[in-house]
């Protein structure tokens, strides 16, 4: 049976996707013939994402402003989708927060902050839209991060908060397995032109230490992350659920100990 990653007039709804690797994967599906539905918090980033997706070839592109943070205002944005969609088909639920802070240093709201917005926005995510999930058939992608099982100085908060998504991933494949939905966690490596990228290697010269220290010698692109994200959605994937998938060019193989170590030292200086 030959398969192709067709997903024309299929039903994507990409949480957080108006900037960085979550824009580039919506955009990526519009491409492909999605009808795609994106949500965050501005209203100006959303009608701008909304226009570009038009333009790459979605048939339908919509959006709603909300924050992933109030389970209301999530499941009230994405009821909308289903209003103006269908059934879900493809969710992907990417909104993050981070910033390089020792735990020592951090208000204790810092660090709420962050695991309201990266764990309880999943689940508010992924409770609000079960009900629209396509049963069976439908696949959702939790974009996470090398944090959750990999300790890193200054990135205590993300660990939390990301590990707390890939066992929500982990557990939902569980619990929703029987009625057809797949659920995965993607991990990003470090992606060009995005805000992980100038936070977390903040000068040339410690990116150009992480492409040296990267297996396959370069930074990610945009496309790479959107790349897995059809593949998990495609019939090609349609035995594969539970997991968290590393897109990074080899660079977690190697730890993470070198990019913490850099980034307290950093912030240790500064209080020096």
Not at 224 to 232: H, I, Q
């Amino acid at each position: 049976m030959a398969v192709t990653l067709d997903f024309k007039d299929k039903v994507v709804v990409v949480v957080g996707g108006t900037s960085g690797i979550n824009r580039g994967i919506a955009e990526r599906f519009a491409a492909q013939g999605a009808c795609v539905a994106v949500a965050s918090r501005s209203q100006d980033k959303v009608d701008d994402t909304v226009a570009s997706l038009k333009s790459a070839g979605a048939p339908k592109a919509v959006g709603q402003a909300f924050d992933v943070r109030d389970p209301d205002a999530v499941a009230a944005g994405l009821k909308v989708f289903h209003e103006q969609l269908g059934d879900f088909d493809i969710l992907v639920s990417g909104a993050a927060g981070n910033f390089p802070a020792l735990i020592s240093d951090m208000s204790v709201n810092a660090f709420r902050t962050v695991v309201e917005i990266d764990l309880m926005g999943t689940i508010h995510v992924m409770k609000g839209a079960y009900p629209y999930l396509k049963k069976p058939g439908s696949s959702i992608i939790n974009i996470s991060a090398p944090q959750g099982y990999q300790a890193s100085e200054a990135q205590g908060h993300v660990g939390a908060a990301k590990a707390g998504v890939d066992q929500i991933t982990r557990v939902l494949a569980l619990e929703w397995g029987g009625e057809g939905i797949r659920i995965n966690s993607v991990v990003p490596g470090f992606i060009a032109d995005t805000e992980g990228v100038k936070r977390l290697s903040a000068s040339e010269d410690s990116l150009n230490e992480t492409i040296d220290y990267t297996p396959l010698n370069r930074i990610g692109e945009k496309n790479d992350v959107a790349n897995m994200c059809l593949m998990l959605s495609s019939e090609l994937s349609s035995y594969v659920t539970g997991q968290v998938i590393e897109v990074d060019g080899g660079l977690y193989l190697r730890g993470s100990s070198v990019f913490g170590k850099a980034l307290g030292d950093m912030l240790r200086s500064q209080k020096a």
